[in-house]
């Protein structure tokens, strides 16, 4: 099975960066996911790495040490709508679904 | 455009019901999904489906059911509603690619 951990709530300022932090442990790796939901809403897809290293799509990056079973999100220039759960989910060796963590609450205030 | 919708997005229903969620995508996926999500929780998975025909048990699968008749549908029941069964509840689909599309997602709550 898998376990996954994130932090539960962040807080952090409008135009900094903040760093959403993601440790797994997995039989096996095949590929680890950032999703992004606003409340009341439906989770929407914001990165996948499979391979170690820094993904970068805009203001939002993915990280990803297979080794360390780490990953991270950094969110850039922070904008007041960028206040949302953010959700890790690993995928193990052999699976084609992956498990979600528990999501990490990011309150952006002005 | 291509989308996955759900049906209704609000339910109220008594205990020893049987309810049925629908959910429908035009993204021509064979893989389809069903979450619920729990303060708490997270999301998990209750049943998936690779394909007309296939379904599977998730983590939590126990008073669900699912059927695939088509590429499009995959309907989820609830045999006899419980009060633990009060969530809120995602359908998801995926093609050959990496990401899931999610539906917009169903409220239940079960009196």
């Known amino acids: 099975g898998q376990n996954i951990d994130q932090p539960t709530e962040m807080t952090a300022t409008e135009g900094a960066i903040v760093q959403i932090n993601c440790t797994y442990q997995?039989?096996?790796?095949?590929?680890l996911f950032w999703y992004q939901q606003h409340a009341g809403e439906a989770p929407t897809f914001l990165s996948y790495n499979v391979l170690d290293g820094l993904e970068e799509k805009g203001r939002f990056s993915s990280f990803l040490s297979r080794s360390k079973g780490y990953s991270y999100l950094l969110l850039k220039e922070l904008q007041m709508k960028d206040s949302a759960s953010y959700l890790c989910a690993v995928r193990g060796r052999g699976s084609y679904i992956p498990t979600f963590g528990r999501g990490t609450s990011l309150i952006v205030h002005p | 455009d291509a989308e996955i919708t759900q049906s209704p997005r609000h339910k109220i229903t008594e205990t020893g019901r049987q309810v049925t969620l629908a959910c429908h995508q035009t993204?021509?996926?064979?893989?389809m999904f069903w979450y619920r999500q729990d303060l708490g929780h997270g999301l998990r998975l209750i049943h998936y489906s690779y394909g007309v025909h296939d379904t599977n048990k998730g983590e939590v699968s126990d008073g669900y059911s699912v059927s695939r008749s088509n590429t499009e549908d995959l309907p989820l029941t609830l045999e006899s509603a419980a009060s633990s069964q009060t969530s809120v509840y995602f359908c998801a689909s995926s093609g050959t690619g990496d990401g899931y599309t999610f539906g917009s997602g169903t409220r239940l709550t079960v009196v």
């Open positions: 993204w021509n996926h064979n893989n």
């Open positions: 997995t039989s096996g790796f095949n590929g």
